[in-house]
């Protein structure tokens, strides 16, 4: 069970699919001891998102139809408890990261933090590139604009003399 679970945690990379998950946990808990079809809604409504597909694929077979509700509901929370204490990192880019950037971000946390990282992503296109992390209060700016401008003070009399001449 737990290989299941550390499998569905990689496909988990931002702070949206974190919602998500959680939003479907709580759903399916909630529904699950409904007898009035609503399991069957949530499986139809389901289908459509990577994420609830990878949080159901975690579940026994014949989980639709337990003889057992209340262990199907603790491996449930489990799992809900698992994805609530992820390690959340800010981040803020300059484009809106697509898939494979996102997996770059994934690969390199998994190597750069012993746990999992789940990624708040903000856009900022005025960084120009390069990202600004905050982790556990603290902040590194490796983003293109801080380095032009400290390009650009490091140089500047440099420059202001090569202006003058010019």
Same mark, same amino acid.
């Given at each position: $069970?737990?290989? =299941? #679970?550390?499998?569905?945690?990689?496909? &988990? %990379? @931002?702070? /949206?699919?974190?919602?998500?998950?959680?939003?479907?946990?709580?759903?399916?808990?909630?529904?699950?001891?409904?007898?009035?079809?609503?399991?069957?809604?949530?499986?139809?409504?389901?289908?459509?998102?990577?994420?609830?597909?990878?949080?159901?694929?975690?579940?026994?077979?014949?989980?639709?139809?337990?003889?057992?509700?209340?262990?199907?509901?603790? $491996?449930?929370? =489990? #799992?809900?408890?698992?994805?609530?204490? &992820? %390690? @959340?990192? /800010?981040?803020?880019?300059?484009?809106?990261?697509?898939?494979?950037?996102?997996?770059?971000?994934?690969?390199?946390?998994?190597?750069?933090?012993?746990?999992?990282?789940?990624?708040?992503?903000?856009?900022?296109?005025?960084?120009?590139?390069?990202?600004?992390?905050?982790?556990?209060?603290?902040?590194?700016?490796?983003?293109?604009?801080?380095?032009?401008?400290?390009?650009?003070?490091?140089?500047?009399?440099?420059?202001?003399?090569?202006?003058?001449?010019?």
């Amino acid at each position: $069970m737990e290989k =299941k #679970i550390n499998d569905f945690l990689t496909i &988990l %990379k @931002t702070e /949206n699919d974190k919602k998500e998950a959680l939003f479907l946990l709580d759903d399916l808990l909630e529904n699950l001891f409904k007898t009035d079809g609503s399991l069957s809604v949530f499986i139809k409504k389901s289908s459509q998102s990577p994420v609830a597909k990878s949080v159901i694929s975690l579940l026994p077979d014949g989980w639709e139809n337990p003889q057992d509700k209340d262990d199907l509901e603790k $491996m449930i929370i =489990k #799992i809900k408890n698992t994805v609530q204490n &992820l %390690k @959340t990192v /800010n981040i803020t880019v300059a484009v809106n990261p697509n898939e494979t950037m996102l997996q770059s971000l994934n690969d390199w946390a998994s190597k750069n933090f012993e746990s999992k990282i789940i990624f708040d992503v903000t856009v900022n296109p005025e960084i120009i590139g390069g990202a600004i992390i905050v982790s556990g209060g603290t902040y590194h700016d490796f983003s293109l604009i801080k380095r032009l401008k400290d390009v650009m003070e490091a140089g500047k009399n440099e420059i202001i003399a090569s202006l003058k001449t010019n």
